[in-house]
């Protein structure tokens, strides 16, 4: 079992939980994912690794209640525990040789961005970071990037907070100057990353994407996270949980995963539903 030492709202539907689990803590890196079950009835699900504290031996995730199992996972307090916890899972984003890098995350994609961002102050490199949201009550993990960036835009697509606009804004004004990176790493919703590969692709500047959004059960048996990639003229198959998270952004269809993924939306719905209609009747749902 795996203690919940610290939970924290970061907004309405985005929760930060600390889980002491010292051997994942250990050898986690920025860019790898865990599997978590809350219950022995629980569902396998996929989530990226917030942050991690060696000395404490705890990992930091940060996930969105949008599902059955987020939503179980949400209503249980500091103390609590959790059924399983596997990792570090997946390939550590490649940041060797990495000098000046721009971080782009939306939403809670933010939550995988960080640890990124991060891990390349540390190692001494130049970090400007673009954060997006929809409004004002969705922006989070705000002063974390503040610490860790030399220069940080914060988005909204209202105006509400921040800049108004899209995380392509701020982009499309610095390559107009000729700002050069030698890295742009983009996290969040599919449609995002879609844009912000485009904005980047004129100026030949490696573009990288993490394909997260489309994990389901992590191990690659499921198939749901199957990725389409254009390389050199070819059609290349892979899955974003076993040969990733990260992908060349340039190289992954875009429309194609997004298509697959609204085939799963009604599924999702449906389960989450019943889970809030099962916490009810228990007297769990805290909210």
Not at 252 to 271: C, I, L, N, P, T
């Amino acid at each position: 079992m795996y203690k919940i030492v610290y939970k924290k709202a970061l907004n309405d539907s985005v929760i930060r939980m600390d889980i002491e689990a010292p051997f994942v803590a250990r050898s986690a890196r920025a860019g790898q994912f865990i599997i978590l079950r809350v219950d022995d009835e629980g569902e396998r699900i996929p989530l990226t690794v917030a942050g991690y504290d060696r000395e404490r031996g705890t990992v930091t995730i940060i996930f969105q209640v949008v599902g059955a199992t987020t939503k179980k996972l949400s209503a249980l307090s500091e103390g609590d525990c959790i059924s399983d916890f596997a990792g570090p899972l997946g390939m550590p984003t490649e940041l060797e040789g990495l000098f000046d890098v721009c971080i782009v995350g939306g939403g809670v994609g933010c939550a995988i961005a960080l640890p990124i961002a991060r891990a390349l102050h540390e190692a001494g490199a130049r970090v400007t970071s673009v954060i997006g949201f929809r409004n004002r009550e969705l922006v989070i993990l705000e002063d974390e990037f503040r610490e860790v960036s030399d220069e940080l835009y914060v988005m909204t697509d209202d105006g509400s907070y921040g800049s108004h606009g899209n995380v392509c804004a701020p982009l499309n004004l610095m390559f107009a100057d000729g700002r050069r990176f030698d890295k742009v790493i983009t996290i969040g919703p599919l449609i995002m990353m879609k844009f912000v590969t485009e904005a980047v692709r004129p100026t030949g500047i490696p573009c990288v994407v993490s394909m997260n959004p489309i994990m389901i059960d992590g191990t690659g048996m499921c198939g749901g996270c199957r990725l389409t990639l254009n390389v050199d003229g070819r059609r290349v198959m892979k899955f974003a949980c076993v040969d990733g998270p990260d992908f060349n952004g340039y190289e992954v269809d875009f429309d194609e995963a997004m298509s697959r993924g609204a085939m799963y939306r009604g599924f999702e719905r449906h389960a989450f539903d019943s889970a809030c209609n099962l916490m009810k009747k228990e007297g769990t749902d805290n909210g």
